[in-house]
């Protein structure tokens, strides 16, 4: 594979909804440009881009794949993503690494949730068009599918291709730009009449074309009012500046598995579609996080953005690179910022699903895999240590759904820690976190799915069986009342003996705890008043009615006595501890819940369905604001009733709702919960 200058490269992702035919469309494009000289099938698992084991297993994608081809003296890297909600990390990453996007839509589905999102994460940011695919299959109407893309994303929606059916078969098309029609061949296609049935469709559609690319030009729009015609010339760069700007969206029709439409798609990207040069300028920060601009250039300073990483066990890391700025060579080092090391280039090369060609030089606008980076994740920058820059990493949508990841094997947990973090070098957007109180090493991702796909590589690439169990709540425990006890211990054994006698005045607090003392004549002795302070901040951990820590309490140590020669260090602890189980059991314990502050974002449509479960699960609405099309409600919930909120909300909105929330505060817990609750635990712990 030969390289390319920046000027004759096109980076595209592939986006949109799960079982659209993304990976069959990539197949496609392979096989016309003759990449494959057959095309394989997600069924049979013999795809280019869906080559990962697990990938074949499951019959979707899972990794964003870049897969090169080279049409009419064009480098077209395409970059296929997944179209499963809990792989959306995945589509950030690519959309990092491209300047244009097709977002694929099922003929027969028409407009899906998926449709949506894809069109949102690239609308502001980058050109993008629709491609009608699967227009072979039974009962498909084309304008049906247009009518609902221009009523959901607006006029700027235009078909740039109008299909000639023959009963369920896609037979070629009409372009509305040249006003010409093609039949599909097997050689490509030929010129055939404008079928009568499309020609006042196809001038209603061009005229459209005409007044958005009269926009689009002062000159243009002077002329168009004289009622002048464009010529071919000028249509052709009005029509790329009205996609280049995001005001013209353009509509394509094909059929992936028969190869139909294909290459007028591959024309349409050559042709329309902006090259890295075409870019705007990239910004970041240098070392004195001051803005740095960098323009791609190739006789720039040296920048690129590590967007994808992948591990393997045996192969080692792959990072995924774009080059921005400057060019990369092999043998030459760089500068990560971020882990503020230098990073020497061993092997370099275009990858095409997992076949690799090497390359010693990688240009401005390139997509490039760099084998075994000793620091570089992703997000990181690499630069010229001379000009250092350092570009916003991927932003990821916050964790929707947590679970306790816990080993099938004892002994395995420094397996799970070491697998799972190479796993988050591959994938980000999944955490992982030690929650301190409950004592589990909690997984959060954006679904069911993702979690279990990790898991799935815990096992096949670390040899780490786990099981994922429910989230525990992290209760806790305070007093409402006051008490005032003794806390004695006195152990004799025949030699010396153990004392130690304190009263202690326990009440509520506004801090976590407060221990202070009250104490006259030398009652208990200033040496042992540290041991009675940590004997209760121990005991502070574990609570009466549940186990939970206790916060909130307030410890005044006023009285006691003590023995000349039995009374140490140990036995003043042990008497703050029998002081503070009978103490805290007095002043009228009670169960504490985190209740979280929830911001849901959905459609109108299904705001009574959020709202009344909203109410179902104990949840207070603070209020509703507008968020274009969609509403954010408000609310404050008991963490306990959000632990599979995630797959409910889901459910409840066909995937378009979405929520985020964070710790507010702590609450009592209704008394017929807490009596639930304080028995399982009684119950657990026997």
Not at 268 to 278: G, H, K, V
Not at 424 to 453: A, K
Request: with cysteine; proline share 4%.
């Amino acid at each position: 594979m030969k390289g390319y200058t920046s000027d004759r490269i096109r980076n595209v992702a592939l986006i949109g909804h799960g079982g659209c035919g993304k990976t069959t469309l990539l197949e496609a494009l392979l096989f016309d440009t003759g990449v494959i000289s057959r095309m394989g099938r997600v069924e049979d698992k013999n795809t280019v881009s869906d080559y990962d084991k697990m990938e074949m297993e499951k019959g979707y994608s899972i990794n964003a794949t870049v897969v090169s081809a080279e049409y009419n003296d064009t480098m077209i890297n395409f970059v296929d993503t997944p179209g499963y909600f809990d792989f959306v990390g995945e589509m950030k990453c690519a959309l990092r690494a491209v300047e244009s996007a097709i977002v694929v839509v099922d003929a027969s589905a028409g407009i899906q949730v998926g449709t949506t999102k894809a069109w949102k994460a690239v609308h502001s940011d980058m050109p993008a068009f629709f491609l009608i695919n699967k227009m072979d299959k039974e009962n498909v109407d084309f304008d049906t599918v247009l009518n609902q893309l221009r009523d959901r994303f607006g006029k700027i929606v235009t078909p740039f291709m109008l299909p000639i059916m023959e009963g369920e078969e896609l037979k070629g098309y009409v372009n509305v730009v040249n006003e010409k029609a093609y039949k599909f061949t097997e050689k490509g296609s030929e010129e055939i009449p404008v079928p009568a049935d499309k020609k006042d469709q196809m001038e209603e559609y061009r005229q459209m074309l005409i007044e958005s690319i009269a926009e689009s030009d002062e000159e243009l729009l002077e002329k168009f009012f004289e009622g002048e015609t464009f010529t071919d010339a000028e249509i052709h760069k009005g029509l790329r500046a009205g996609i280049n700007a995001g005001t013209l969206a353009p509509v394509m029709v094909c059929s992936a598995a028969k190869v139909i439409g294909v290459k007028a798609l591959l024309e349409m990207i050559c042709d329309y579609f902006p090259t890295p040069l075409e870019h705007k300028e990239y910004s970041g920060l240098n070392e004195k996080d001051e803005t740095e601009i960098r323009a791609v250039e190739s006789s720039e300073k040296a920048s690129a953005f590590v967007f994808k990483t992948l591990v393997d066990p045996f192969v080692g890391k792959i990072s995924m690179i774009k080059v921005i700025s400057g060019s990369l060579k092999v043998g030459s080092e760089y500068y990560n910022m971020h882990a503020e090391k230098s990073e020497k280039i061993g092997k370099m090369f275009f990858m095409r699903g997992k076949s690799q060609f090497d390359t010693p030089e990688a240009q401005a606008g390139d997509i490039v895999a760099i084998a075994k980076l000793q620091y570089a994740k992703t997000g990181d920058t690499l630069c010229d240590k001379a000009a250092p820059i350092r570009y916003p990493e991927v932003f990821f949508p916050e964790p929707s759904l947590f679970m306790a990841v816990e080993p099938k094997n004892k002994g395995d947990e420094d397996k799970i820690g070491s697998g799972l973090n190479k796993l988050m070098e591959e994938d980000p957007s999944f955490t992982v976190t030690r929650n301190s109180e409950t004592h589990q090493t909690l997984l959060g991702g954006q679904g069911e799915i993702q979690l279990g796909i990790i898991t799935t590589k815990l096992k096949e690439k670390f040899g780490v069986d786990v099981i994922l169990a429910p989230q525990k709540i992290p209760y806790r425990e305070t007093i409402k009342g006051n008490s005032d006890v003794q806390g004695k211990h006195k152990k004799q054994t025949g030699g010396a003996g153990q004392y130690g006698d304190v009263w202690i005045r326990f009440s509520p607090s506004e801090e976590e705890f407060e221990f202070a003392e009250d104490l006259f004549g030398g009652s208990v002795p200033k040496n042992y008043i540290p041991a009675v302070e940590k004997g209760l901040r121990e005991c502070m951990e574990k609570g009466p009615l549940a186990g939970c820590k206790v916060v909130g309490v307030k410890a005044v140590l006023y009285d006691g006595s003590y023995h000349d020669v039995d009374s140490n260090e140990m036995a003043f602890k042990i008497a703050a501890s029998l002081a503070f189980k009978k103490g805290i059991a007095e002043a009228k314990p009670i169960l504490l819940e985190p209740v979280m502050h929830v911001e849901v974002l959905i459609p109108d449509e299904y705001m009574g369905d959020v709202m009344g479960d909203m109410n179902k699960r104990r949840g207070r609405i603070l209020g509703m604001e507008p968020q274009g099309d969609e509403q954010k409600l408000i609310a404050e919930v008991p963490m306990a009733e959000l632990l599979t909120y995630a797959v409910q909300l889901r459910s409840m909105t066909q995937a378009r709702g979405s929520f985020r929330m964070q710790f507010n505060r702590y609450e009592e817990v209704p008394a017929h919960l807490a009596e639930k609750i304080i028995a399982e635990a009684k119950k657990d712990a026997e």
